[in-house]
């Protein structure tokens, strides 16, 4: 409950408030009436529409600045008169009829000599609405507008054929426009939809502006209600006037008469309800009903006491889910803390286990690499052990070969040479007969146990020496018999002959058959040596 002083205070301010003219307060408007367009459809009704409304305002107490089939360059020049009027206005109005068309989300107001075939042209050829609106808002505290443009415009339908496909942004009326604090803004229409001319001097909506705005003591709110029912009765619902508005208290185009009020006993008690309905507040209307328990509008201030309380009921059990949500969120929240802490320790675990498995793993490829090199290692040792010992057996083989064939060579008794001999294969008799060749004088080539045409050539030349007829087709022990019992030289030297310089031939390493069946020795890397005498 509001205290005497507080109550005193509330009386003073509706008492003056009621009393006080509002044209104390300087008001500056800007009306515009675009008809003439030379370059798309002429309207009947903008130019009636803008002087009805400058008359008016003018009778209201506004200062204004009126324009009619203004070209862009006298829209400009109306808009800095306008400006400068602004100068310590306290509320500043606009009003303008004509063509207007959005683009992008922007309204754009169109001077009569406006052409618009480009989407450039709008910045050079259309007044942009959000730059008058900048002008009010920055001077004055209250701003109104009314925009009866929202008519069908080919100005925008030609904009829109040469945008090609961004003509979609070119939209059918006028934009909404999120007003700013302290401001009201009216259409003819819904925003995006096309207001009518009108068959009258004036269009609908100018028409029901002008019948309401001069009705003493009504809110601009109240006006704008009693302006949208008019215009709905007189299209038959085709037009639907809108407005949205930010404006922080009261505003009547024309006070309340001061004598009749005076003269009604019941001024106080209505400053007293309207005070209350505009604050809509529980101490308002305890307020009046403490005042004028019986009043006109007792059952009113009882009937909205009813609704706050039934909306503090509705906000207190509110804030009471609200609390009781809160709090099982807090919980659900700690809850999934809790949990997130456990999956965050479980994946840690997880991280360092996979890393003590990789860590295994790696340890186990360096195990197996060691091991892989090791056995390579031994590999190769056994290689090296292996062919060391075939060349040891070969070497036992060889020298049991050499003294075998040095045993042949020895003078023992015919009969043991024969009995030796027959214990030989071809090719340690081949060896043998080779070697006995070469040392009587007569070459067979090579000791490499092979019999070819120099052993068959050899064993000729000692035939024809030696006047025997041995067989030379393959070694005997009787050929080896013969030659061995030449204790000298039988064929005579064969004098050398200039040859062409030898060149260095490479030989087959002697596979291992070769090696087991030859007497000689042979080391790896080394040519063959064969001990014979």
């Known amino acids: 409950m509001l205290g005497s002083l507080a109550r005193f205070a509330v009386y003073v301010f509706l008492i003056v408030g009621l009393f ?19 370059h798309a459809t002429p309207l009947r009704n903008p130019k009636h529409d803008a002087e009805a409304i400058a008359a008016v305002l003018e009778k209201l107490g506004f200062e204004v600045v009126k324009g009619v089939d203004l070209t862009y360059a006298g829209m400009r020049e109306r808009l800095r008169d306008f400006a400068y009027k602004l100068e310590g206005a306290e509320v500043s109005l606009l009003f303008y009829a004509g063509h207007g068309l959005q683009v992008h989300g922007h309204n754009y107001l169109a001077p009569v000599d406006a052409r618009l075939k480009k989407e450039l042209d709008l910045e050079f050829e259309a007044m942009k609405l959000s730059t008058i ?52 803004i009216a259409f003819a229409t819904q925003p995006g939809n096309v207001a009518l001319d009108g068959e009258g001097r004036n269009s609908p909506f100018t028409a029901a502006l002008v019948e309401h705005i001069e009705t003493p003591g009504l809110d601009v709110a109240l006006v704008m209600r009693r302006v949208r029912q008019g215009v709905i009765e007189r299209t038959k619902g085709a037009q639907v006037p809108w407005n949205n508005s930010s404006l922080t208290g009261s505003f009547m185009f024309k006070d309340a008469p001061v004598e009749a009020l005076k003269d009604n006993g019941r001024a106080v008690e209505m400053a007293m309800w309207l005070t209350a309905s505009a604050t809509d507040s529980e101490q308002g209307y305890k307020l009046y009903l403490e005042r004028y328990p019986d009043g006109a509008r007792a059952g009113d201030a009882k009937i909205k006491l009813a609704a706050i309380g039934e909306r503090v009921k509705r906000a207190e059990a509110e804030r009471k889910t609200l609390q009781a949500e809160r709090a099982r969120l807090a919980k659900e929240r700690k809850e999934f803390a809790k949990r997130l802490e456990e999956l965050e320790a479980q994946a840690k675990a997880r991280a360092e286990k996979a890393m003590a498995e990789q860590r295994k793993e790696k340890d186990a490829r360096a195990e197996r690499d060691r091991l892989a090199k090791e056995r390579d290692d031994y590999q190769a040792k056994l290689e090296k052990l292996e062919a060391a010992a075939e060349a040891l057996a070969a070497q036992v083989e060889a020298n049991a070969k050499e003294r075998k064939v040095a045993a042949l060579a020895t003078d023992t008794p015919g009969d043991a040479r024969d009995a030796e001999a027959s214990t030989m294969d071809i090719g340690e008799l081949t060896l043998v007969l080779q070697a006995e060749l070469k040392r009587v004088g007569c070459d067979p ?15 000729t030349r000692f035939n024809r020496y030696a006047k025997l007829a041995l067989p030379i087709g393959e070694p ?11 204790k000298v030289r039988i064929c005579p030297a064969v004098a050398k002959t200039r040859s062409k310089p030898r060149t260095t031939r490479v030989t087959k390493k002697p596979s291992t058959k070769t090696r087991e069946k030859s007497p000689c020795v042979v080391l790896p890397g080394t040519r063959p040596t064969c001990r014979y005498q």
């Open 476 to 486: 005997t022990s009787e050929a080896i018999n013969a030659v061995k019992a030449k």
């Open 133 to 184: 609106l900048a002008q009010m808002e920055r001077a004055s505290q209250t701003n109104l507008v009314f925009l009866d443009a929202c008519r069908d415009n080919p100005l925008a339908r030609n904009l829109a054929r040469t945008m090609g496909t961004r003509s979609a942004s070119v939209g059918r009326g006028l934009a909404r426009i999120e007003s700013g604090v302290g401001t009201l």
């Open 445 to 459: 080539g090579a000791l490499d146990g092979q019999w070819g045409g120099k052993g068959r050539a050899a064993l």
């Open 20 to 38: 006080t003219p509002a044209q104390a307060a300087k008001r500056v408007a800007l009306v515009i009436g675009n008809s003439a367009y030379t």
